[in-house]
């Protein structure tokens, strides 16, 4: 049983055993397990006792490959041939039955024609319960060997009913039964713990690893989303160094070093090497492992030295490089390499999200740019021709209107650039679009203003008062009311992180089957407007806060219409 044993251990140590475990062996795999199994039941059968049922003496205990007629065996062919049904399936547990079971079958002895249908009946139960628990997972030793006892008494008390001799078969497995139970199911509980431990293991050491990739990347991606440069280099350099084992990290943009976490002047580098190691991974797109030449793991000289180089990757290009540096190949195990293989692709996936988001950043800007190019008003040119007019009429209100104008045509301009504005230098555009409003249409309208003091320098996007206003005046429908048009700006602090914007008026108000569109899209042009100032407004706040932006459009007819915007207070 200690062979056998020492032989389970030695298969854990096979690529073919984790195969084996998650049921993902192919046709030649399961004919090589079937192999090996088969032939930890040929090894139970040459190294059991030798007993005469009769007189219940032992004859040999040491390697028996033929038996007389009137001996029978006490052996561990069991283990192999259970283990491999339980880990490896029905085809592996019949299959190693009938290469161990023929075996004993040809050694001859007692009940060997009985002892072999015993044991494919036992690879047959094992297997079986493999493939029931297939979809449970990894089988639990200590439930192993509760069945395995159940199988091995299945098998026993078979083994008369087989015999011719029914008598002397029941004298044998009095004898022999229950350390033949007994010491198989030990024998089975061992390898099934031999076989777990070492899958736990794995499991362990890849969860720690996991952990150990997941702290890097929380701790990382912050930094690689800015782009690869020598601040986001050296801070990713010094974090990656303390959460592995490697001794120094470097990272290069091309060939050009970003940072090293080790002295720029150390002597230990060798940089004829690097630089080689670096021009292939950049030409390449794959990783290079220099080992070192000496194996001795306490040596400091440079020729001891080993590194693995690894590609960043952007959009399928290489970019850069990633450098781990050990102090011997010993070091770099196979957990080691999966973890800086899997370093390097993280990386490059946090460079490459970071340049999608500047892109989208870009285009956002872009797209900013544009909708406040549109926000030009129309009235320029009424405004001109008022002017004009009061030339030779009222100069001096000419002159004041002009001023107004300039006001306006510099802040319009200068604002283009600008994704936010002070409060104040807003409102300054408003009066300045009022004045000329009011030059043209003298007692249309009147402006209530109602800003909290300490809110004019808090920051708001340009240009989303005034076409508001603009809109007021323009469709508010002024005419058709008894009243004077009254025109109304509030803002204020709703709390700590937001402000509120309104701008009302007494207006003619709007359908409500308008309303609905206001702000969402264009609508078809009319009398009434095509709501494409709303719609502008509302695609500036969503492009510039996201969700964070609230817009409402209020209104009721024959008393006029209210839009309010709540957004994030910045000063």
């Known amino acids: 049983m200690t062979l056998i044993i020492t032989i389970a251990f030695l298969i854990t140590r096979l690529s073919i055993f984790r195969k084996m475990i998650y049921h993902r062996v192919g046709i030649f795999d399961l004919f090589f397990l079937t192999v090996i199994f088969g032939m930890f039941g040929v090894i139970g059968n040459y190294t059991a006792l030798v007993v005469e049922p009769g007189n219940h003496t032992i004859i040999s205990d040491l390697w028996n490959p033929t038996l007389q007629s009137n001996n029978a065996v006490v052996d561990t062919r069991n283990i192999g041939i259970i283990i491999g049904g339980f880990f490896a399936g029905p085809i592996v547990g019949v299959g190693a039955s009938l290469l161990a079971g023929a075996h004993r079958l040809l050694m001859g002895g007692f009940i060997s024609s009985a002892t072999f249908w015993v044991t494919i009946l036992g690879g047959c139960l094992a297997g079986w319960f493999g493939y029931k628990w297939r979809g449970v997972g990894l089988i639990k030793p200590k439930y192993m060997f509760f069945i395995s006892i159940g199988i091995l ?111 720029v002047t150390n002597q230990k580098r060798n940089d004829k090497e690097e630089l080689i190691s670096r021009k292939s991974v950049l030409a390449t797109g794959k990783s290079v492992l220099n080992e070192s030449k000496s ?120 604002g283009i650039g600008d994704f936010l504005v002070p409060v104040r230098k807003e409102m300054d555009n408003v009066q300045a679009y009022l004045a000329i409003e009011q030059a043209r249409f003298p007692d249309k309208v009147t402006m209530r203003v109602e800003v909290d003091s300490d809110l004019m320098d808090y920051l708001i996007p340009p240009f989303i008062i005034q076409p508001l206003v603009e809109n007021a005046i323009k469709h508010g429908g002024f005419k058709r009311i008894q009243a004077k048009g009254v025109v109304c700006i509030e803002i204020k602090k709703v709390s700590e992180v937001l402000i509120s914007i309104k701008v009302s008026d007494n207006g003619v108000g709007i359908e409500s089957n308008r309303i609905v569109d206001l702000g969402e899209r264009v609508v078809t042009s009319s009398r009434d407007g095509s709501g494409t100032a709303l719609f502008n407004i509302k695609e500036r706040l969503t492009a510039l806060y996201s969700q964070e932006v609230r817009f409402n459009v209020d209104s009721e007819i024959g008393i006029g219409t209210c839009v309010s915007i709540i957004l994030p207070a910045k000063n």
């Open 295 to 414: 194996k001795w793991l306490f040596s400091n000289k440079p020729s001891s030295r080993a590194s693995v180089v690894v590609p960043f990757c952007v959009k399928n290009k290489v970019i850069g490089t990633l450098s781990f540096y050990y102090r011997s190949s010993a070091h770099i195990t196979s957990v080691e390499k999966e973890l800086i293989e899997g370093l390097g692709k993280l990386f490059s996936n946090q460079l490459e999200l970071g340049e999608i988001e500047r892109h989208n950043q870009l285009l956002q800007n872009a797209k900013i740019e544009s909708l406040q190019s549109q926000l030009q008003p129309h009235f320029l040119f009424n405004a001109l021709n008022t002017i004009v007019a009061l030339c030779r009429i009222d100069p001096m209100l000419a002159r004041d209107l002009l001023v107004h104008l300039s006001t306006y045509l510099r802040n319009s301009l200068t």
């Open 153 to 263: 008494t299945i098998q026993i008390l078979v083994i008369p009913v087989l015999t011719a001799d029914h008598t002397t078969a029941l004298t044998l497995i009095s004898f022999t039964g229950p350390p033949i139970i007994i010491i198989n199911s030990i024998g089975i509980w061992i390898c099934a713990m031999i076989f777990y431990n070492a899958i736990q293991e794995e499991e362990r050491t890849r969860a720690n690893q996991t952990v150990k990739t997941f702290s890097i990347a929380d701790q990382t991606f912050s930094l690689f989303r800015s782009g690869l440069n020598e601040e986001s280099a050296k801070k990713s350099t010094e974090i990656i160094k303390k959460l592995t084992a490697v001794e120094h990290v470097a990272i290069t943009r091309g060939l050009r070093e970003l940072a090293y976490t080790g002295e």
